[in-house]
């Protein structure tokens, strides 16, 4: 049931480009995005809802296919501050279940 | 300002007694959830409450109990039947209907039993 995230880290110099996928074996409502500094809260970045309604980081993008039950989150020119383990959460009724995560650094 | 708050950062209890995790929000979130997080299995949802004096176990609730008395609290006890509570603990609070409302996350509180 807990949706799956690949790659599980990159490793990325500043200004190149990554994406991060997130699959779920159950149909999706929609999927969240979150980014958490080590030791710190996550921090919402994203949601895609089911029908092409996004809401959240206007420099931050991502899709959203329904038909595959996937999610791609897609971080372009990386900064330094992009580093972080980045979740996906894919929502039903009343919760959110997370993937694993998918951790990200960016060097100088 | 408004925001969750957890107390406290860090906790250290022995082995065999119950220790209770304090969440408070004053964003008038009616949704609250805890997560447990250990390093490499992401977040999981212990459990989780809609509405005041009602709540749903999550994915992981065993050795687990909460109370929603008020709308701005949601404590999480450990008690003694979980088997391995050294964990980070995150509380979360949204508006009702999470599917399409973002969470946002307390501090967390990092539980060490001894």
């Known amino acids: 049931q807990q949706p799956v995230q690949s790659p599980q880290a990159v490793i990325l110099r500043e200004g190149e480009d990554a994406v991060i996928n997130c699959s779920s074996s159950k149909a999706l409502y929609s999927v969240h995005w979150y980014r958490q500094k080590h030791g710190e809260a996550p921090v919402f970045l994203m949601i895609l809802l089911k029908g092409g309604e996004q809401k959240g980081h206007d420099k931050i993008s991502a899709s959203f296919n329904e038909k595959k039950q996937q999610s791609s989150l897609y971080l372009t020119a990386s900064q330094l501050s992009y580093s972080g383990t980045y979740f996906c959460g894919t929502g039903f009724t009343g919760k959110l279940i997370f993937g694993q995560g998918t951790t990200l650094q960016v060097k100088p | 300002d408004g925001g969750i708050t957890q107390s406290p950062k860090y906790l250290f209890r022995k082995e065999g007694q119950n220790v209770t995790l304090s969440c408070e929000q004053n964003l008038n979130h009616d949704a609250m959830y805890w997560y447990r997080q250990d390093p490499g299995q992401g977040l999981r949802l212990i459990y989780y409450?809609?509405?005041?004096?009602?709540?749903q176990k999550g994915d992981i609730a065993e050795g687990y109990s909460v109370s929603r008395e008020k709308k701005e609290s949601f404590p999480l006890t450990v008690t003694s039947a979980q088997k391995n509570p050294t964990a980070f603990y995150l509380c979360?609070?949204?508006?009702?209907?999470?599917?399409?409302?973002?969470?946002?996350f307390g501090p967390g509180t990092r539980l060490t039993v001894l």
């Open positions: 409450s809609q509405i005041v004096n009602d709540f």
């Open positions: 979360a609070s949204g508006l009702a209907g999470s599917y399409y409302n973002e969470q946002f």
